[in-house]
């Protein structure tokens, strides 16, 4: 569907300029049925290890955070405020110093009022996973409706 | 004991000036025996939603991240490498636009691997729970001791 | 008040008979105003670790499950349907072979749709922690209220 | 290798005999290159809401868990001792009633000391998931060994 289409694209902008996603560099690559991808590169201001240059886990977790709702939003068949409600992030091994990170997100199940989402991260350069996340994003459907 | 003490605050020095954090305005306000409490100010670029200027999950994340680190590291007897291994987060409700948030950590358990560490984090002005995290941190003991 | 009173004797009975609460042997000691207590004996099908005669990982989540829904149910202030959303278990050290352990949960929050819960569960003889649980529950509220 | 298959069939021998395992019903179908599958059957005395007769989180909690820690020894190579260390997991809808249930579990990474897991579990019948897990699990090497 053409209004489909035309409000994921929206949703997806909508992620991109959000304030802090911004400042950390994010982009999203895309997000469409479900599964969202997004980007970021190395920056020294990222960096959570001053020996190593390894990028700090807060800000992978902030992208995965970032990239769950959009894959989220896109799963949704119309626009909706939705919030995490919790997020695990495991982190597998450290980013590499000045690589940039991609990350993949699938929404998994969509209710009424929930939705559970798993993503990764890894190195573009490789398909080393860096870290995983699983969440749940709370959904604020407009009133009236029932489904 | 002098030296531990030492330690401790050389400890608490590092997580302050982990570039990442030093970026987003943490500040560690201390850490002592397992217990550690950090403080953010709110500030335009950490932004989540737009419309309503609440700061981003992920920024809470990023400090109670670091805040578990600090409260991990000030359990320890001794300085050594730590890694956040997972975390868990639970938004339980916005920050408040405009205010400080301070958060606090406690380490419940440190293994010879691993410590297991508890947080939450609130609007300064009021003690309502903003956010719950469950951390593990992978410890790396210098060779040669056995505890 | 006393209907309050009731419904919360009736709720803490229901937990108590659920089957798979009473086959591991699970009993709800109290569930008052969002804080929940259980306890559950050691017994030899519970066994996780046949060498080491430790009650499996399973048992103890169980009881944390149906402990920190105990918890959130005493924090309503009517009945209604309320299901685990999701749930991290950290499992800090063994359960010691032979030995009664004791849960305890707290809701610290209960939103419209959602109710945030706390809990951890240690020997009966010590207050050692053994594990700690962070859950999410989903609560139904009867149709036609807004809170 | 001969020897790496012998071990491994021991590995998932020794974890259908679990005790707790054995109680639930569960039964590893196959453990092998870190990739594990198991089934457990309705019960009666599985059940966690007798209105429905849908079987208890818990016992699928203590089924995922059990058999992540069979993927994460399949994923091994040498037997040794191993335990969890935390796990989230995520209900996302009620199993059936009557309904067999299937899971399975991939380890997607393995450290010196640690080992990461996700798994999901669905009704036998069709593919819908039931629940969703994360784990980790810490590892015990041999003494003297370094990989």
Redesign the interface.
Known sequence: MTQNTDWQSEARRMVG?????A??GGEVLSAKAGQAKARINWR???????QTGV?????I???L??LCGAAVMSALGQPMPI????????????ATRGMAIVAEAEC??V?H??A?V?GSAHNEADQD?IA?C?A?F?LTRPEGRTS
Do not use: N
């Not at 990028?55 to 800000?59: D, K, L, Q, R, T």
């Open positions: 300029v959000t304030p802090w996603f400042a950390i020294e201001d990222l960096i959570g290890d001053p990028i700090h886990g807060g800000v977790t902030s992208l955070d970032q919030a995490t409600l919790d997020l695990r992030i495991d982190y597998l091994k450290p998994l199940k209710t009022e929930i559970f798993r996973v995983l699983t749940a709370m």
